[in-house]
């Protein structure tokens, strides 16, 4: 069953568990299962563990539960086992956690060479949890962890340990293997092609996947004829490559109610119930009566996988989801697979309010296709644009190509998003020791400038200008900067100023320090160019903060704040407010799991925190901002940040799920928006009935509002652990049947 020297499972062989049981019984037994059979554990220090039973894909298998109520301990220690030295060593276990606290798991792992000398002790793996955590523990669901590392030179075995003491909740401890080679890492490749390609540079790193507890349901006769089980799966909320239905998941008609101006996707996949090739998917939209139809085309994606940062981690770990949408093609699934698409049917301002029906087909080669049929329901209400004094935008790196340029303003424009970050000082120092403009860089700022203009994201911009320093050769510490130093920024900011004033760009917002809280070096400098913006008349000085403590220290500087979301806070906004500055907070678009990887999470932040926090906008890092292979987010000193991806002609952006979410968000920040235009309206009449509709409606929108943390860390746990997933759909809903009362009421 097993080949030499691949694989080693440590598995739980329970001759007698006991619930409840103070210690351990005798007959209980562990044991670690390798080629030539199972080899028996240490377990004398463990006691008062209960068996239970998990499901991963369907399958039953057995866990052992750790109650801190119970005082229990897990303490596992194995023989020694072979290595190939050189070679990565993977260690896999599977765990669960429910409102715990203090040392969850840890696992060590020693290498020995053939003298029986230790050559390496390292703590492989640890779960902590401090007592104060969000006030309630650490609650996680399954997931499958993979920690790998190349057993060092000289290395003929190792003797892995483990131990779960936790100090209050419950831990759940699976499947645990320790596998010479990738293990899962491997399966990972097959997911992304970029990951296998240099493997021995890879390690030491963490794999993680969610396991889908809940078993697959039974699949109807025409699922069984197609060979696949359909689902929806809104906003790829969950988008796993195993992933099974859940409950509200299996619908017979995918259905969408949207507003005149707003866009209707559908999220959905298949599960292939047995081996499949070719599979395919196409739509149509019929007229309804009178010839009437959409003007518009849908456009289909499919989704790809890929690696992805996981938990928060800048280096080490990654799991595999669905990262991007790209143009469908034919693929094969091998049985048990899913396969994500993403439909987006735009609905343009002219629409006729009614309902709409289409049907997708999904089929393989050699089986019968399976049908779908979806419903638009399009609301007689328009959205506005976004108000002027809110902003939704992107921090931009302008391409080389000007029609790439223009194709990514045109993506943002047709979803909502008002602004860009620019980044770049445009001015330099002469041979000769004087200032002068960078033509190439003056040059391309006309053209994005006059893009800007045409695609409604002409307004004050903020100019990364940290690159200042380094093109006029200044002393990067704020104490060697010289009164002549000093001249020389000032001289060049107003140059820079100036030369945009004079070619009719948008207002500058000079960016000159980044996070300066992080360093106090970097507090110095930003004190120091801060100081120096803030003495040219005319200039208006930006900066990003992340602690309150920064704001307060450098507002006497400061037009506007950037705060991370982790900072935002009714105190933080609150203060800048007072300062009389703009408050705006910044987040990634993509590839940070840390504030969340999904559709559903990113369009509540820009439609429902967004006016909950009282921020006048966000700025998202960012449209397009890649480390190597774009694709892969393991190749790089840091993450990508791609709200859209790279993509070969004719296409050139390939949207990720996350945009998509954005792109929802500002939709339900326009409806906002509306909504607080109409009861504004409805209040300066005198009819009781109208007032009456508005209240209803200041009602709604405020109950939902309140609903919001106003801060983000705690929206950030909100939204992740608290609401449902699709909450922001729910409310959109509500707040649109409000609005269209009010709104009929005012037109008649």
Known sequence: MFKPGSVLVIVLFAAAFINGCKSQERGFALAVRTDQGPVAWDASGSASVIQDVYLDRGNGKNCIEVNADSQAVLELVSPRITVNAGRPVSFSFAFRSERAGGQLFSAGLEFFNNSGASVLDTLLYSITAGSGERGSGYTRPWTEFTRAIKAPEGASSARLSLSCRPERGQVWLGETSLIQGEGWMAYAAGFSSHLGREPEDKYLFTAARVIEQEAAPAPQQSELEAGMLFFERKGFAGAWPYANPRVGDRVKVLYEKVPRGAVAPFAFAVKALEDLSKVAASVSIPPVKDNITLKTKPVLYQGRYAATRHEGSWSSVFGVRARLLEAPKEKSLLSGENLFYWLDVPVPLNTHAGTYNGEITLQSAGRKPLKIPFSIEVAAVSLPPLPENQVVGFYYYPPDEISLIETHFKDMAAHGVNGVSLAGSFVEISPAGRLRLDWERVQRLDRVMALMRRYGLFRPTSLYIVDLISRLELPHRADEWTDEHKTLYVNAVKLMDNTARQRGWCKLMFFPVDEPANDPQEMKLAHQTLGLLRSIEGIVPLCDLNTTASVEELS??????????????????????????????????????DVGGDAAYHRAIPGWFLPRCGADGIYYFAYQSVAGDPYDELDGSHRDWCAAYPAPAPYHIWPSPEWQGIRRGIEDLRLVALARDLIGRAKTGDEVQLKRLAAGVQSRLDGILDSVKPAGPAVIYQLHHELPTYISEKWRQELLEQVSLLLNALQD
Request: charged share 15%; proline share 8%; net charge positive.
């Open 556 to 593: 006497p500087y400061l037009d506007a704040v950037v705060i991370q979301i982790s900072s935002v806070s009714p105190s933080t906004v609150g203060l800048v407010k007072e300062r009389g500055m703009k408050a705006f907070f910044y987040l990634p678009a993509f590839g940070s799991s």
